[in-house]
C-alpha cells in the first residue's frame, strides 16, 4: 500500500513538471544584460570570473523574464532550468552541467537573475549568446522566428572548448604571449583581465586554473 502511494507521488510530480515546462512560451519569454559591455571570464570548474562583475561594477546581471502563452509570467522556475550558449553557429561553448544557476526562482512576475559564474570552457568575442529555459531557445516577439541574442563577450581559460584546462590550452596560450591588440598573433581570448595585452597577468591566471575541468 506504501508503495503504492509512493508511486502514485512520483507520476503526479512527474505530471506536474511536465505541464509546468510546457506553460514556458519561449517567444512571450525575454532576457537581457543588464549593461551594455559584459564581459565574463569562464572556468570549466566555475571558480573564474563573477557575471555581477562582467561590466566591472559588481551589481552587474543577466535578467530572465518567464512568461506563458498569455504573456503572463511564471513563477518558481527552478534556479537550474537556463542554458547559454554562442549564436554564432562557428562558435561553441563547452558547457558543463548546470552552467549557470539563476540567483533565485521566478518571482510572482516570472523574473529572476543570474549574477553568479558560468561553469564551461571556450571564447565567444562576436555574435552574442542565446538563452534557453528548460530547453526552450528564447525567440523574438512577435515574429518568434529570430533568436535572441544579447551581446556578452565570453573568454575563458579553456581556450580549446574541451571543457579541460590542460597543454593543448597552454600551447593555444602561448601563441598570443606577450602580444598586444594589435600586433599579429595577439588573440582576445587569451587577454583575462581586459587590458588589451597576453602577458604575464594572464598567464597566471592560466596557471591558477590549470588542470580545472568539469565536476
Known sequence: MFKGKVLLF???????????????????????????????????????????????????YIWVDVNDVSGGGISGVPWSDYWLQA????????????????????????RTTISGRIAGGGCIVTGGLYLAVQGKVIVTYPACTAVTCRIIIIV???????????????????????????????????????????????FAFMGEHYLHECF
Open 10 to 60: 512520483s507520476l503526479l510530480l512527474v505530471f506536474a513538471t511536465s505541464a509546468f515546462a510546457g506553460d514556458v512560451d519561449n517567444c512571450r519569454s525575454d532576457w537581457g544584460v543588464s549593461c551594455p559591455t559584459m564581459r565574463v571570464c569562464i572556468c570549466p570548474q566555475g571558480d573564474f570570473e563573477f557575471i555581477r562583475d562582467g561590466c566591472k561594477t559588481g551589481t552587474d
Open 87 to 110: 549564436c554564432d553557429p562557428a562558435q561553441e561553448l563547452c558547457l558543463c552541467a548546470n552552467p549557470v544557476v539563476a540567483d533565485s526562482l521566478t518571482n510572482s512576475a516570472g
Open 156 to 202: 575563458s581559460v579553456d581556450l580549446t572548448a574541451d571543457c579541460k584546462v590542460n597543454l593543448s590550452d597552454l600551447v593555444v596560450f602561448g601563441l598570443s604571449y606577450n602580444k598586444n591588440l594589435g600586433e599579429p598573433g595577439y588573440d582576445t581570448c587569451c587577454d583575462y583581465n581586459d587590458d588589451d595585452k597576453c602577458n604575464l597577468s594572464d
